[in-house]
């Protein structure tokens, strides 16, 4: 696996990418921000480690422009700043995991090979994926369960998607609109919640207990496996 590094404390990049190494893992390093997202481009990693405070382009920044760039690949921040709002943004842009300095060397891996497991390919060979008693097809529009059609919308399947990927994490509502509306789409509460009613009405057993969208109060909505 290809390891992304973005660090601007060159003692902490380099050391981490021996670790890295000596570990198994490949690694390519960059200084800053702006670095991490042309060599993102270059090399396509299978994951990457930003620390969120780099001069010019910071961590969070980098996060949204690789996101607009690859929906999947894994993103873990490094941080000192550990204020609760700044973990809410770092994930609400779409990391993966978030890691205030300092911190071990073993946890570090753990959290990597965890992520890993966590997040292979979201979407199998040939597009369809699954969801507790669920099979979405994403190029015929419709889902299934048992032998029973039913008839998908594209944001529907955007929806899906985006919680399937980010299985176990909450999705928060920022991000349901940036990824499935646009980012130039204006975001409503109401509009969204009625969207994911009548999303449940199409695709849970039970939509009063709805088991694949649950809500989390406050925050977004989440898919737990």
Partial sequence: MLI?????????????????????????????????VALFEKVQPDFCILDVTMPGLDGFEACKRIR???LHVPILFLTARNEEI??????GLGADDYMGKPFSARELIARIRAISRRIVDPVAADGVFIMYDLRID???????????????????????????????????????Y???????????SRALDQFISTLRRKI??????PRIITTVHGAGYRFDP
């Avoid at 990418?17 to 921000?33: R, Y």
């Avoid at 700044?86 to 994930?91: A, H, N, T």
């Avoid at 940036?178 to 409503?188: A, L, R, V």
């Fill in 4 to 36: 992304l590094i973005a660090e601007d404390d060159a003692n902490l990049r380099h050391g981490l990418a021996e670790l890295l190494k000596l570990e198994g893992f490949e690694a390519v390093t960059a200084e800053c921000g702006s670095s991490a």
């Fill in 68 to 70: 607009e760039q690859n």
């Fill in 86 to 91: 700044d973990r809410i943004l770092g994930l």
């Fill in 138 to 176: 994403p190029h015929a529009l419709r889902a299934y369960r048992t032998e029973i059609a039913i008839e998908l919308s594209p944001r529907d399947v955007a929806v899906l998607k985006l919680l399937h990927h980010r299985a176990g994490f909450v999705v928060s509502r920022d991000q349901l």
């Fill in 178 to 188: 940036d990824t499935c509306w646009g980012q130039e789409h204006f975001s409503n």
């Fill in 204 to 209: 849970e057993s039970n939509p009063a207990a």
